[in-house]
């Protein structure tokens, strides 16, 4: 596994006036998760990752629930509520997906950024951005969002 897509990424530096961004989790061992999400809801996505590739990464989407995240959590909180009323054509626990998507590494400022930061550039869009910045390498069990249905 490459330490280079290690870490979480996250496109909210590059959505100035946006009302979405998403995340994506790459850890060592192969396992991740993706979230997506704007005022109205979110979307979380259980992954697994591979390089395949020198600028090629392969991601097999495992489990995808939608719901929105907790108002009664503590602030900085990653537990979802799921809803798998929200996307009949999707229900909530559906995966599968295999993408292959080219990345390239590189710096960069971006808009809501202090400084320079290492930025992900995806071929396409994943999860609905094609941009993401670093938001930090290490990752830890507590980093997985929790899902918990309604009450």
Same mark, same amino acid.
């Given at each position: 596994m490459s330490d280079e897509l290690v870490g979480l990424w996250d496109s909210a530096p590059y959505e100035y006036g946006s009302m979405e961004a998403s995340s994506i989790a790459l850890h060592a061992d192969g396992s991740g998760w993706s979230v997506w999400e704007n005022a109205g809801g979110a979307a979380l996505t259980v992954l697994r990752w591979t390089r395949v590739g020198p600028s090629t990464v392969k991601i097999v989407?495992?489990?995808?629930?939608?719901?929105?995240?907790?108002?009664?959590?503590?602030?900085?909180?990653?537990?979802?509520? &799921?809803? %798998? *009323? &929200? *996307?009949?054509?999707?229900? @909530?626990?559906?995966?599968? *997906?295999?993408v292959e998507l080219g990345y390239e590494l590189g710096e960069d400022? #971006? #808009?809501?950024?202090?400084?320079?930061?290492?930025?992900?550039?995806? @071929?396409?869009?994943?999860?609905?951005?094609?941009?993401?910045?670093?938001?930090?390498? &290490?990752?830890? %069990? @507590?980093?997985?969002?929790?899902? @918990?249905e309604p009450a």
């Open positions: 989407e495992r489990e995808t629930f939608f719901g929105t995240w907790d108002p009664s959590a503590p602030v900085g909180s990653r537990l979802i509520l &799921d809803d %798998p *009323d &929200d *996307d009949p054509e999707e229900p @909530a626990g559906a995966g599968g *997906d295999v400022v #971006p #808009p809501l950024a202090e400084g320079p930061m290492v930025v992900l550039r995806l @071929a396409e869009s994943y999860q609905g951005m094609a941009t993401y910045a670093l938001s930090r390498r &290490d990752l830890g %069990p @507590a980093d997985v969002p929790t899902v @918990a």
